[in-house]
């Protein structure tokens, strides 16, 4: 069975503290990605790997910085939390989309951070 | 810009009753095209896809979705409400350069 794997389902942390949220998946895929859930703004892409060390910014990549050393895993950090990034925190995988049929993301079950 | 957009916010059915969730899309290029649900707490679990040929494409839990590239739409439908399909659901696009947008969301009341 495909996983993707998140360190934590719940995390509390200080304002102005470093965090790292963690991702791991096991399907070889080359493609992550991390996202942000808020009410009524559905999932908003934050950054997106598209192979090791391969990088690039999504939508909100403000105050969140990745890191991809090894294919299956992909790290999201807050390099100084702030009240505005309490959320929750998605991390998907998938195949590159050209020629695949079976292209969709594969979703972890999600981070809540709550910073204070 | 690629974008998914999500008619309403909130819908409610009768349970037994017509699902209809609605979803467009903006794409220059022909593009792969997914729902997903997310039940309470939960990551997002693909209900169906579209990527190539039949338009009318059936996923799991009696869902359907209808692709039409000339309304740009991509509705998702369930003949009869249950109780269990109660979630909030999203419609998403995969474009050219392989990132997945995602649309607002929707979220499925059942009335008993």
């Known amino acids: 069975d495909v996983k993707v794997t998140q360190s934590s389902r719940y995390l509390v942390k200080r304002t102005g503290e470093k965090v790292f949220l963690e991702c791991v998946q096991d399907?070889?895929?080359?493609?992550m990605f991390w996202y942000r859930q808020d009410p009524g703004l559905g999932l908003r892409l934050i950054y997106f790997?598209?192979?090791?060390?391969?990088?690039e910014k999504g939508d909100i990549p403000e105050g969140y910085s990745v890191s991809r050393e090894k294919k299956e895993r992909f790290s999201l950090i807050l390099e100084s939390a702030s009240t505005n990034q309490t959320s929750m925190y998605l991390c998907a995988s998938s195949r590159p989309g050209q020629g695949y049929s079976n292209t969709e993301a594969f979703f972890g079950q999600g981070t809540r951070l709550t910073v204070v | 810009a690629q974008s998914v957009t999500q008619l309403g916010s909130h819908v409610s059915v009768s349970e037994g009753a017509l699902v209809l969730l609605r979803c467009n899309y903006s794409s220059s290029v022909p593009p792969y095209l997914f729902w997903y649900v997310q039940y309470p707490n939960q990551g997002l679990q693909l209900l169906l896809k579209y990527t190539t040929g039949a338009t009318l494409v059936k996923g799991i839990n009696g869902f359907e979705a209808e692709f039409k590239k000339s309304e740009t739409s991509f509705h998702l439908t369930k003949p009869s409400a249950h109780m269990s399909d109660a979630a909030e659901y999203f419609c998403a696009v995969k474009i050219r350069d392989d990132k997945i947008i995602f649309g607002k969301g929707t979220r499925l009341h059942i009335l008993p």
């Open positions: 399907m070889d895929h080359e493609n």
């Open positions: 790997s598209y192979d090791v060390k391969m990088k």
